[in-house]
Each structure stands twice: as C-alpha cells, then as structure tokens.
Nanobody, 125 residues
C-alpha cells in the first residue's frame, strides 16, 4: 500500500508560479512503476498532466502544460514535485498525486492505482 500526501496548493494570479509536493509513504523500487500528477477542474473529468518513472528519470507531459510544468522527485526524501510556472486560469483545479504499478509513463488517470487526497490550485486572471 502506498500513501500519498500532497501540499503546496493555493491561490495565485495568472503568470505566477506554485510548487506542489507529494510525500510518499513508500518509494517504489520497481522499475515498472511511476508517479504522476492528475488534476480535476470543476465540472470536468480528471486529466493527467505529468508522470515520472519511479526508477530512472523519464518524464511525460500533457500538451496543455508542456513547457510550463516540470515534474521531479527526490527519492531520498520520498517526495514528488510539480513546479508550475506561467500559470493560467484554466490551470485551476484540484491536483492529485498518484502512483501506478505498470510499464510505461501513463497520463490516463484510470491507470493509476494509488491516490492522494488532493490540493487545490486556483489561478485568477
């Protein structure tokens, strides 16, 4: 079982930056697993924005955030990060940290096995 706890959400004006953190109770040592950030805007479905290999440095991003968001991890601290720059009002959502066991870097929320409680990000224009 993996427990994930997010922090770092808040309110910011368009063009600003935020960094989300996710503390994982267990950092997977299996090569075929990964972590990701998933978001859900009000009235919309969940959208995968970024994922990173649990072992290794491979990453993947949704087109909507490419060039603005950066996913990273500190395995020694069992912590996952999402640096969000040039934020837009359409980035407003609940952001979830998630983990999955399986090959490949996924963005499909249905492929993730473990979820945190989420942290709210609000971007005003």
């Amino acid at each position: 079982q993996v427990q994930l706890t997010e922090s770092g959400g808040g309110s910011v004006q368009a063009g600003g930056s935020l960094r989300l953190s996710c503390l994982a109770s267990v950092v997977s040592r299996f090569r075929n697993s990964s972590y990701g950030w998933i978001r859900q805007a009000p009235g919309k479905g969940r959208e995968g924005v970024a994922s990173i290999e649990a072992v290794g440095s491979g990453t993947r991003y949704a087109d909507s955030v490419k060039g603005r968001f950066t996913i990273s991890k500190d395995s020694a601290k069992s912590t996952l990060y999402l640096q969000m720059n040039s934020l837009k009002p359409e980035d407003t959502a609940m952001y979830y940290c998630a983990a999955r066991r399986g090959y490949g870097l996924a963005l499909d929320p249905l492929l993730f096995d473990y979820w945190g409680q989420g942290t709210q990000v609000t971007v005003s224009s």
